[in-house]
């Protein structure tokens, strides 16, 4: 039975990080609303408690109010400020991306593809000034070379 509970509290919890992703949430009302309808039994309090816990904050809407954010990671940022920094070029082909860097920067490289978990990279592979990462599907390979241009765009 603790099992369980403890499934549904995860549960809930990933519920509640994808909701406030995707709309502008407000209020916990909101949220406890949207768990409701999705089949989660759940009050003002308990949804308090995953909001600390996830460590949700309110951040202002430009037209006004707020909505609940789950705060960037610091470390996340600094990588990425890194990985712009560094990267010198990035090619593919077939399911592989090759990602040139400024030398001693391919595990930095390499450890913000990895944190980001994107769902088409199988690995990454790094060596001095190079990073290999592997694609599992070809047909994904130029759409994720992209993304990782935009995230080094300051540096290509």
């Known amino acids: ?6 499934s549904s509290k995860n549960s809930r919890k990933v519920f509640i990080e994808t909701v406030i992703k995707e709309n502008e949430i407000g209020t916990q009302n909101e949220i ?3 768990l409701r309808r999705a089949g989660y039994e759940a009050t003002q309090a308990t949804v308090s408690r995953d909001i600390q816990e996830l460590g949700l904050v309110k951040e202002q809407l430009p037209g006004g109010g707020f909505r609940y954010v789950k ?7 600094k990588l990425r400020t890194l990985f712009a920094e560094a990267v010198v070029k990035i090619d593919c082909s077939e399911n592989f991306i090759v990602i040139h860097t400024l030398s001693g920067s391919a595990n930095t490289a390499a450890a913000l593809i990895d944190r980001i978990s994107h769902s088409e990279v199988m690995g990454t592979i790094a060596g001095d000034d190079t990073v290999l990462i592997l ?9 994720v070379a992209e993304e990782l241009k935009k995230l080094a765009d300051t540096a290509l």
């Open 32 to 34: 406890v609303s949207l």
């Open 1 to 6: 039975m603790a099992s369980e509970k403890q």
């Open 135 to 143: 694609i599992k599907h070809k047909e994904a390979t130029e759409r």
């Open 71 to 77: 705060p960037p990671d610091p470390k996340l940022q």
